[in-house]
């Protein structure tokens, strides 16, 4: 079975600085799908940005950007420029490219902080 | 925001009540998915639907159970609730076809067994 780590349960950042959240997996497979997640205070979490593990480029979505390290099992979030709207639980997730079912595998989550 | 509703949004109930959570979704999706979530912690599957008619239990046992009669309706039940039921529970949606299709989440039911 596959296992997702973040070992950072809390994190904090001032506002227009850097900050970088980690994740670790666990699988035997070689072809898969990595997610980060948001999670804001009392709303609807939200994909932030995925990864194919078959394409050696990291995924970028605007200010995101993550670290695939694949045989390292790493997939680390980098935030840019950061903002009071990134305050949120961010989950790194697992799926695998097999199958029908889909059913993603979750990080315990962290908690980033933005502060002024 | 994504096409995907709950109701109740918080719910606080007593031990041995007959509850229904209610999620639907207006994007046409034929996966759909309810995850359990404890306060500051990973979400766990506890079911999940290919399409109507069609439900499979998912990793966390639940002594809950689903229905799929219809495409966009997905509603879980808990025949009688319990203190060790209360939890935070999440339903999502997906395309059928490309793993990599994004899960739409919807705000959550907020459980509250007494």
């Known amino acids: 079975a596959q296992t997702v780590t973040q070992s950072q349960p809390e994190m904090s950042v001032q506002e227009a600085e850097t900050v970088t959240l980690s994740c670790t997996y666990d699988t035997s497979e070689s072809d898969y799908y990595l997610f980060w997640y948001k999670q804001p205070p009392s709303r609807q979490m939200i994909l932030v940005i995925r990864q194919e593990a078959y394409k050696q480029q990291n995924a970028t979505e605007n200010r995101f950007s993550v670290n695939f390290q694949k045989a390292a099992k790493s997939f680390s979030l980098k935030i840019s420029d950061s903002q009071l709207g990134d305050a949120a639980m961010y989950f790194c997730?697992?799926?695998?490219?097999?199958?029908?079912?889909?059913?993603?595998?979750f990080g315990t989550g962290t908690r980033l902080q933005v502060t002024l | 925001e994504a096409d995907i509703y709950q109701t109740p949004r918080y719910l606080v109930i007593g031990t041995g009540k007959k509850i229904t959570l209610e999620c639907s979704q207006t994007?046409?999706?034929?996966?759909m998915y309810w995850y359990q979530q404890d306060p500051g912690m990973e979400l766990h599957l506890i079911h999940y639907?290919?399409?109507?008619?069609?439900?499979e239990k998912g990793d966390l046992s639940s002594e809950s159970t689903v229905s799929r009669i219809r495409t966009e309706h997905f509603p879980l039940t808990l025949e009688s609730a319990r203190p060790s039921h209360t939890s935070q529970y999440l339903c999502?949606?997906?395309?059928?076809?490309?793993?990599?299709?994004?899960?739409?989440f919807g705000p959550g039911t907020r459980l509250t067994v007494l």
């Open positions: 999502a949606s997906s395309e059928f076809g490309q793993p990599h299709n994004e899960q739409f």
């Open positions: 639907s290919y399409g109507v008619n069609s439900t």
């Open positions: 997730a697992y799926r695998s490219a097999t199958g029908t079912a889909s059913k993603l595998t």
């Open positions: 994007m046409g999706h034929d996966k």
